[in-house]
């Protein structure tokens, strides 16, 4: 089983480009100088034999975690390592994730203690996943990934391309983004079949829905770490030039105290957070050339199925239990946010539709082989699974003609 796990390993989680093989488990990568002045550095690992209490970043793909990680480099000097980056360094301390999205994997045991969740605007994150995907070929394997690194944040893919990516997995990755928020919320509440390995609800599978509830919970959050978060930080908001130091404090509260782990003083926090974006070297979506983002648009209906879903997700953590929880209520301020956005999007293709293309009866089809042609296709090929030995755990989930 853990083999087929390993074709989960896609690098848009790649793109840490700090390098962590010194070890240091006591030095700051910041200069405190008082009075809120500080001067920013290079983190570094924690050493393997050290033992410091361990946090996850986790969010769905693109929903911040580069800017996570390097902001979170910034206020406490210790490297933020990848779940499955550097598999020779341990899994400790701070590590950031899209697990359960197919994108991530659990490679860090029991080795964490605390979450800190990671959300965006799924109307920017979901074109910024296919981004990085294009820029690494669709790579699904570590080693493949590992080859396409230097391509990272350099090209945005064709308009083409996107729309294709777009119309094949839309449907799936707007439920997989409130499904990763629900995970963590739930504790570890199970969208997927047991031996659906990659999480993902691709044929033959399916994702869960409401009536197979009761879920089943994840071993992981049961035994390994505590996935309810301890903050839900948002991307929007860490980005922002007024918002942004005070969206890094939240971090920086959560990582305060925990043991092996310091944190840069509360009156530095504003200075950190500056210093961070003028100094870190890692690349930008800036850094990319290609069309602008703002190319990568969706139709009416997938808008209006956004809209839909940012609204039930709202009313889910506004009502009930969810009352007065303050991550809760952190989670429905941006989602009213996220909903004014598309919402003025939607309007805006309302007063102006856009022209609509002629009814092509091969769409689909088209769409699903070139989506197949890529690294991320067609995971579960029934000669390919056959071939892992694991086929007499899934083969009924296959038709007797395919």
Not at 209 to 235: A, F, G, M, Q
Not at 257 to 284: F, K, L, M, R, Y
Not at 313 to 325: A, F, P, Q
Not at 330 to 338: G, I, R, S
Request: hydrophobic share 35%; proline share 6%.
């Amino acid at each position: 089983m853990y083999a087929l796990c390993l074709l989960s390993f896609s690098v848009v989680v790649i793109y840490n480009f700090s390098q962590v093989d010194s070890v240091n488990t006591k030095r700051k990568a910041y200069e405190y100088l008082g009075n809120g002045d500080c001067n920013w550095t290079d983190a570094l690992a924690f050493g393997p034999d050290s033992d410091p209490y361990g946090t996850l970043l986790a969010g769905y793909p693109a929903s911040g975690h580069r800017v996570a990680w390097q902001q979170t480099e910034g206020i406490t000097g210790n490297a933020v390592l990848d779940d499955f980056f550097r598999l020779d360094l341990p899994k400790i301390g701070l590590v950031k994730t899209q697990f359960p999205h197919y994108e991530g994997i659990w490679s860090y045991g029991d080795h964490l203690s605390q979450t800190i969740l990671l959300i965006r605007n799924p109307r920017w994150a979901m074109p910024s996943y296919h981004t990085l995907l294009s820029e690494i070929g669709y790579a699904h394997t570590w080693e493949l990934a590992y080859d396409e690194l230097p391509n990272v944040f350099s090209m945005r893919p064709p308009v083409e391309d996107w729309v294709k990516w777009r119309d094949y997995r839309f449907d799936d990755e707007i439920l997989l983004w409130g499904y990763h928020i629900d995970f963590y919320m739930s504790r570890g509440e199970k969208y997927w079949l047991t031996y659906d390995f990659e999480r993902n609800g691709q044929w033959p599978f399916r994702l869960l829905n409401e009536t197979d509830r009761p879920w089943n919970r994840d071993n992981n959050c049961i035994h390994n770490l505590d996935c309810y978060p301890k903050d839900v930080i948002s991307y929007e908001r860490l980005t922002d030039t007024v918002d942004g130091p005070n969206e890094l404090s939240k971090i920086a509260t959560v990582l305060r105290g925990a043991e092996g782990v310091s944190v840069i003083p509360e009156d530095a926090i504003d200075c950190i957070w500056h210093e961070t974006w003028i100094n870190t070297p890692a690349p930008n979506n800036d850094d990319r050339d290609g069309p602008a983002r703002e190319e990568y648009t969706f139709t009416v209906p997938q808008l209006e199925r956004m809209k839909s879903r940012l609204e039930e997700m709202k009313d889910k953590y506004s009502t009930g239990s969810w009352v007065g929880v303050s991550n809760a209520i952190a989670l429905v301020e941006n989602f009213e946010n996220y909903l004014v956005e598309v919402t003025a999007e939607l309007d805006g293709l309302y007063a102006n539709p856009p022209p609509t293309p002629a009814p092509d009866a091969g769409y689909k089809l088209e769409i699903q082989q070139w989506y197949n042609s890529k690294g991320k296709g067609n995971r579960y090929d029934k000669a390919k699974l056959q071939s892992w030995g694991v086929w007499d755990l899934i083969s009924g989930f296959f038709d007797e003609e395919e």
